[in-house]
């Protein structure tokens, strides 16, 4: 009777590249969306929330509910898109702090964050109704993606909401990201978030690009 040797990994210090062993250890493709934001409920609304706004968009059309793992850090909701099982992370860490969420949920499912990992932020530097995606770069001054390069490097996708208007040289930076959006900035934001939506579409069909879409 014939033997089928069993492939394994290897935890040599030498073996460096566990790209090979990660389809057996998970059974089923999956991808990680991270979205930022600040715990606890006051910050809710606010600019600096949008990544949080936009992940309750996605959880309520997909009929899909939030549960707190305090071992990650976060609250995790999982839908399946293109029969694709994808995680929704809100990091409970201040937004400055994803880092932790995002490095231990990529660890404890071994995925690939070049390109299974994506990031959802407010962007001061795109205007209100802009939706920017880039494949990769710096943090451009945004704490939380800062976090996430100091574990990632800079090589992931990344989804930037645009949040700024008029009113941001006369307040400030630090103000205006923690203030709420306005009456007619909340009733845009479903339109922003279908175009959000679009671009997590192809994000889970590996075909996301840099772009930049605008209602």
Known sequence: ?????????????????FAPCWGDFR????????FQGNFPEKYSGTRHNAGFEFADYLAKKFNAKFQ?????KAFIAEISLFNEKVLLIKPTTFYNETGFSARAICDFYKIDFRKDFLAVHDDLDLDFGV??????????GNNGLKSLISV???GFPRIKIGIANEFLP???AMNFVLAKFSKSESEKLPQIFEICEEFVEEFV???????KRSV
Not at 1 to 17: A, E, L, V
Not at 131 to 140: C, D, E, F, N, T
Not at 205 to 211: E, G, R
């Open 27 to 34: 059974k089923d493709k999956m991808k990680i969306i991270l």
């Open 205 to 211: 069909k590996d075909s996301l690009q840099n772009d």
């Open 1 to 17: 009777r014939t033997q089928t040797r069993r492939k394994t990994c290897s935890n040599s210090k030498k073996s460096i590249n």
């Open 152 to 154: 990632f490097g800079e």
């Open 68 to 72: 707190e793992k305090p071992k990650f």
């Open 170 to 172: 006369r307040i400030g």
């Open 131 to 140: 939706v920017r995606v880039r494949k990769s770069g710096s943090s451009a």
